[in-house]
Nanobody, 121 residues
Framework: EVQLVESGGGLVQPGGSLRLSCAASGFRFSTYAMNWVRQAPGKGPEYVSGINSDGSSTTYIDSVKGRFTISRDNAKNTLYLQMNSLKPEDTAVYYC??????????????WGQGTQVTVSS
């Protein structure tokens, strides 16, 4: 059974940092791309970032470029999202998602339960 469990969310002031983690199990983690997707209150899901299976290629939406860094540790079956210089508009539930293939952008077939990130003073 595929399981994705996010952690690391919380309340942070504008300009602060958080590091999200996603522990994966039930599939061969090192052979699939992984993604972070967020959903803000009252809005649809928004793709944030993706990383290919060996970590050599990453993508970001423009609004987080230079502030967020996606990474993975295939030995630990864990995906990360380091978020710096957080802004109120980053407030959302953040989900990790398993891609369909080793490369980025083929679609997601499994999602975690999400972790809440709130940026507020």
């Amino acid at each position: 059974e595929v399981q994705l469990v996010e952690s690391g969310g919380g309340l942070v002031q504008p300009g602060g940092s958080l590091r999200l983690s996603c522990a994966a199990s039930g599939f061969r983690f090192s052979t699939y791309a992984m993604n972070w997707v967020r959903q803000a209150p009252g809005k649809g899901p928004e793709y944030v970032s993706g990383i290919n299976s060996d970590g050599s290629s990453t993508t970001y939406i423009d609004s987080v470029k230079g502030r967020f860094t996606i990474s993975r540790d295939n030995a630990k079956n864990t995906l990360y999202l380091q978020m710096n210089s957080l802004k109120p508009e980053d407030t959302a539930v953040y989900y990790c998602a398993k891609d369909l293939r080793g490369g980025i952008g083929y679609g997601n077939d499994y999602w975690g339960q999400g972790t809440q990130v709130t940026v507020s003073s």
